[in-house]
Structure formats: structure tokens, C-alpha cells
């Protein structure tokens, strides 16, 4: 059973930073891609950024260029640097492990609140 866990959320000034943590447990967890999405009251869950076991990298238009994701595949870790936050980005932030079909895997969500 795969389970991931989220952890690095909190409040910062806008033009802060913030580091997510999500540590997957599972055989699978190194083989698919792993990913951060974030959701905010009354709106659908979005994608923010995604990346692959070889590393590939897919991003939201409105964090290219000051989020980045990387993962530590010995440790089955994937991680997101957020960079020049803004009010815009306060959401609860999901990981994500996907594969094909049925591998679709959510973490709890931890809260990421950019104000002044």
C-alpha cells in the first residue's frame, strides 16, 4: 500500500520561501512520476508541477521561474522549492504519485498561507 506524506507547510511574507517535503512508502514510489498540485476553497485541484523518475519536469505557468521540483529517488522523496511567494499561491498543496490506470495516489495536504 502506498502512502505519502507532506510535510514544510506554513505562513510566509510574500517575496518568502518555502520548502515542501513529501516521503512516499511503497515499492512503486521510485518507478512513477511524482508530483505537487494545490487546491484552494470552492476551485478544482491544480497541477503545479510534476517530475519524472528520469527527471523530466513539467510546470504551471504561474510558478516557472520561481518554484522547483527534484526528488531524491534513494529516499523515495520528492520536494518543492517555492521561491518569491505570493498571496495568489495560499493553497493547501497535495502530492502526487501517478502511474497508469489505477496508480493515483494523494497525500494528506499541507497548508501553505502567504500573507503579510
Known amino acids: 500500500q502506498v502512502q505519502l506524506v507532506e510535510s514544510g507547510g506554513g505562513l510566509v511574507q510574500p517575496g518568502g520561501s518555502l520548502r515542501l517535503s513529501c516521503t512516499c512508502s511503497g515499492s512503486i514510489c521510485s518507478i512513477y512520476v511524482m508530483g505537487w498540485y494545490r487546491q484552494t476553497p470552492g476551485d478544482q485541484r491544480e497541477l503545479v508541477a510534476t517530475?519524472?523518475?528520469?527527471?523530466?519536469?513539467n510546470f504551471a505557468d504561474s510558478v516557472k521561474g520561481r518554484f522547483t521540483i527534484s526528488r531524491d529517488n534513494t529516499k523515495n522523496t520528492v520536494y518543492l522549492q517555492m521561491n518569491s511567494l505570493r498571496p495568489d499561491d495560499t493553497a493547501v498543496y497535495y502530492c502526487?504519485?501517478?502511474?497508469?490506470?489505477?496508480?493515483?495516489?494523494w497525500g494528506q495536504g499541507t497548508q501553505v498561507t502567504v500573507s503579510s
Open positions: 502526487n504519485l501517478k502511474g497508469p490506470t489505477t496508480v493515483d495516489y
Open positions: 517530475i519524472t523518475r528520469s527527471g523530466f519536469r
